[in-house]
């Protein structure tokens, strides 16, 4: 599979804030979750691949051309949903859609129609009457309907319901199924990720800390316990984090076989997205 959206030596300062050389690349055909905690740079690293902020160094590729070479051709190519939401709420689902419409070539009326069909929308609906979960579904309908090859989204999940969730992952899922179809996912609601997402990109502190295939990220660590009896200045280091309590202790590891050694009566178990996520959480400012 070959990449779709290649990052390269990213770097902006925000403040006091700083994304730090990030690179990356997103490859077709995946779900590609990008995750960590508020404030690691996640959205700043969004807007840069998007040009909603200017990039104080580095290089953005799609589909092996610079973004900046093909700005057009790039934006024709993508769709966008942020949670900050970019509405007028007096307009209704289709004069909305025809603001919005004439920015793309490919724009597809009857896509767009069977989209909302699919998602229970009506074109007279005011955009003011829908709920929060039916507002993100028609975003991902206008994001969709020109055919776009790369759909970047911004904590599309943040406050729904579960229920909401998951019929908004089985719209991706469905989504990825096509040929070329590509999923750029930037949440902190990592349960969705451990469902739908191909691929792990792990920012913290405005570093990336990981990036790999999701399967082998979670087989390669282990979320340990044991009686705390075993840790000591030997087996401490084999652990990204480590909780210790008057009763035992629990940690993340991606030394098991080490583990396996030196703890021998230590329980290793299959970590979850979110336990990945806070075991490296911080770690790259220390």
């Not at 730090?20 to 840069?48: M, P, Q, R, W």
């Amino acid at each position: 599979m070959k990449p779709i959206l290649e990052v390269k030596g990213l770097k902006k300062r925000v403040g006091a804030f700083e994304l730090h050389d990030l690179s990356f690349s997103l490859i077709e055909g995946c779900i590609t979750g990008f995750i960590g905690v508020n404030g690691a740079g996640k959205t700043t690293t969004l807007k840069l691949i998007l040009g909603l902020m200017v990039r104080d160094a580095g290089e953005i590729a799609f589909f092996g051309k610079a973004v900046l070479d093909q700005e057009r051709e790039f934006k024709n190519r993508i769709g966008v949903v942020l949670d900050e939401g970019y509405f007028y709420d007096e307009l209704t689902l289709s004069e909305m859609k025809s603001v919005i419409a004439p920015a793309y070539s490919n724009w597809d009326d009857a896509l767009f129609k069977r989209h909302l069909d699919r998602f229970g929308l009506q074109g007279n609906q005011k955009i003011a009457e829908l709920s929060k979960g039916m507002r993100m579904k028609y975003a991902i309908a206008l994001a969709i309907s020109h055919h776009a090859d790369l759909l970047i989204m911004d904590e599309p999940t943040s406050g729904l319901d579960p229920k909401v969730r998951m019929e908004l992952m089985d719209i991706l899922l469905d989504y990825v199924k096509e040929d070329g179809k590509s999923v750029f996912l930037s949440s902190h609601n990592s349960s969705d990720l451990d469902k739908v997402a191909d691929a792990l990109i792990l920012i913290d502190n405005g570093r990336i800390v990981l990036s790999e295939d999701k399967d082998i990220l979670l087989d390669r660590h282990g979320l340990v316990k044991g009686d705390k009896k075993e840790l000591n200045d030997r087996t401490r280091p084999l652990f990204i984090s480590l909780h210790e309590t008057e009763y035992g202790y629990s940690g993340l590891t991606d030394q098991k076989a080490a583990v396996r050694r030196q703890l021998q009566h230590a329980l290793i178990e299959r970590p979850t997205v979110e336990q990945i996520l806070l075991g490296y959480a911080g770690r790259s400012g220390r």
